[in-house]
Each structure stands twice: as structure tokens, then as C-alpha cells.
């Protein structure tokens, strides 16, 4: 199973930044088909940040759009999602994902607070 771990994760200001890493084991980079950010806010069920296929463009949730920016470094196997102009309502624990061998696979997620 890969591994993924999180971190970057914190307590900001609404209106502040931050940029989570998503480091994962193995040959996963070369061979996951999507890699992307999953969030899930306190009551609320777990919904899809920002995706990206291997060749593709990445794919952003409406809600943050033009705010984060998913990237990339295939030398350091690794995927970021810089988050900028942060709402409260970005409050959540967000998880990295791949779609690796017919499975999705998860991070154990890292807490993101946004205060107003």
C-alpha cells in the first residue's frame, strides 16, 4: 500500500497562506493515475479540493478556485496545494490522495485552522 504523509498544516488568519506537502513512497508518482487534496470540515463529509492527472491540468473545486494552486515535483515525489487568501471556511482536516494500483489511497490528513 503507499504511503502518504501530510504536513504543513496550522492555525492562520483568515486572509493569510499556507502550503501543504504531500510526500509518497514508492514508485507511486510514476504509477498513480490522479493524485490530488480531499478535505473534510467539522460535520461535514469529505469532498475533493483540487485533483490532477499525471499529463492533465489540474482540477479545482468551486469553492477554491483562483485561491489554491495544486503543483507538483516528481523528483522529490511529492505534491503541494499552496493555499492562499484562507477563509474560515477552509477550516478542515485535509487529506493527500492517490488513485494507486485499482485503490484510492489516503494520508493520515493534517489540520488546517482558519480564525476570522
Known amino acids: 500500500q503507499a504511503q502518504l504523509v501530510e504536513s504543513g498544516g496550522g492555525l492562520v488568519q483568515a486572509g493569510g497562506s499556507l502550503r501543504l506537502s504531500c510526500v509518497a513512497s514508492?514508485?507511486?508518482?510514476?504509477?498513480?493515475?490522479?493524485m490530488g487534496w480531499y478535505r473534510r470540515a467539522p460535520g461535514k463529509q469529505r469532498e475533493v479540493v483540487a485533483t490532477?492527472?499525471?499529463?492533465?491540468?489540474?482540477y479545482y473545486t468551486d469553492a477554491v478556485k483562483g485561491r489554491f494552486t495544486f503543483s507538483r515535483d516528481n523528483a522529490k515525489n511529492t505534491v503541494y496545494l499552496q493555499m492562499n487568501s484562507l477563509k474560515p471556511e477552509d477550516t478542515a482536516v485535509y487529506y493527500c490522495?492517490?488513485?494507486?494500483?485499482?485503490?484510492?489511497?489516503w494520508g493520515q490528513g493534517t489540520q488546517v485552522s482558519v480564525s476570522s
Open positions: 490532477n492527472t499525471k499529463n492533465g491540468t489540474p
Open positions: 490522495a492517490a488513485f494507486w494500483a485499482g485503490l484510492w489511497n
Open positions: 514508492g514508485s507511486i508518482f510514476s504509477q498513480a493515475n490522479v
